[in-house]
């Protein structure tokens, strides 16, 4: 896990930055999402982009660690 990273918000696991390119295109795309594959964070994450990758990373991890700890439901 990134240190600059806060865990999830949903499930409370590690969270991981990850960077890709846009179909058909070289731009570049930054995103943070869960490492817990049953997490509805792990495959639904914002994607952030910028006119370097620097900056991408840096606006994905700031929309991930703004975002608000949602409590988890137990049944």
Not at 46 to 54: D, I, K, L, V
Request: aromatic share 6%; with cysteine.
């Amino acid at each position: 896990m990134d240190a600059t990273l806060k865990p999830c918000p949903v499930c409370g696991s590690k969270a991981e930055l990850k960077e890709a390119h846009y179909l058909e295109s070289e731009r570049p795309y930054s995103y943070v999402h869960c490492l817990n594959e049953a997490c509805t964070l792990n495959h639904n994450a914002a994607h952030f982009s910028a006119s370097t990758e620097a900056k991408n990373d840096q606006d994905a991890i700031a929309a991930w660690n703004k975002r608000e700890q949602i409590p988890v439901m137990h049944h």
